[in-house]
């Protein structure tokens, strides 16, 4: 037994006294990060959290958030200040830290601060979503004229542009309605909880009795979905405008997607309610 790595082991249980990690597992991790038995991480007890997190332990995910994300959103605003872009990126990852076979928590290696090394991944994630979105659009804000396509190129004066730009964000209501409407029950019901009833992470993975990582990836799977398939859809409908034209449009809307599923499920009757039948597959 490595005297330095009991050591560490101790100092790391010492911090999370609520969280557990078997001591050969930790030792497994030191090693997997390059760690020999005389040395030790610089920020051990960060260590400690992060190889609980991999092991699934859904308290020391909790408190990594609890710790740590509060001032992530600082960061991610400085790209972009807008609160559904910021909860997007965090939902993002949140996927990557503490999901999936090969979890992104897993790489913190202890030699700096762990609230250092979640910035750099949320920045990093925020940068690649921003530019994401440059590429794309969901409905269009009343009165944004100056966010419509350029008008001298396209020959259109902003008055005669008025009747299109209505045109648009009725087809891509349509178009979200009827993606929608293509998800599964339970895809449909996690939105309708999320979106409409307010729901947040932690209360629809009790619901279901899955991890709250299970639920950010299950949001941020059907958010796009439903982007891919209207942005399909409205190629369809809108196929004789220039590309640039038509991805200026998409992107607009695309900004404002997670405003216009509330405002479908919340002003239909149908969605908000849901069906005896979806609500039946969607608990099984």
């Known amino acids: 037994m490595s005297e ?9 249980r010492e911090s999370w006294p609520a969280i557990s990690v078997p001591y050969e597992r930790f030792c497994e991790r030191l090693t997997e990060l390059g760690y020999g038995p005389e040395a030790v991480p610089e920020h051990v007890d960060a260590v400690y959290v992060c190889a ?23 960061a991610i605003a400085r790209v972009d200040g807008r609160k559904d872009f910021i909860d997007e990126v965090l939902q993002m990852l949140r996927v990557q830290l503490f999901s999936g076979a090969a979890r992104k928590i897993a790489r913190y290696g202890g030699r700096g601060p762990l609230e250092r090394w979640l910035r750099t991944a949320a920045m990093r994630l ?14 269009l804000p009343e009165g944004s004229d100056a966010a419509m396509p350029n008008t001298e190129r396209s020959g259109r004066d ?95 809307v695309y ?7 509330t405002a479908l499920l919340r002003n ?3 969605f908000r309610r849901g069906t005896a039948s979806e609500q039946a597959v969607a608990d099984e």
Request: net charge positive; hydrophobic share 40%.
């Open 126 to 139: 925020a940068f690649r979503q921003k530019k994401e979105r440059a590429k794309l659009p969901a409905s």
């Open 255 to 261: 900004q404002e997607l997670d405003l216009s599923v």
């Open 158 to 252: 902003v008055e005669s542009d008025r009747p299109f730009r209505e045109a648009y964000a009725r087809a891509f209501e349509q178009a979200l309605a009827e993606a929608f409407r293509e998800l599964y029950p339970r895809e449909r019901a996690v939105l309708r909880l999320h979106f409409a009833e307010g729901m947040n992470i932690d209360e629809i993975g009790r619901v279901y009795a899955v991890h709250r990582a299970t639920v950010a990836r299950w949001i941020v799977s059907c958010r796009e979905g439903l982007a891919k398939t209207v942005r399909a859809r409205l190629e369809g409908q809108f196929g004789q405008l220039a590309q640039e034209e038509f991805d200026s449009l998409f992107r607009l």
């Open 4 to 12: 330095p790595w009991r050591a560490a082991f101790d100092k790391g």
């Open 52 to 74: 609980a997190s991999d092991l699934g332990n859904d308290l020391a995910c909790r408190a990594i958030e609890e710790r740590y994300f509060r001032d992530l959103r600082s």
């Open 268 to 270: 239909s009757d149908r």
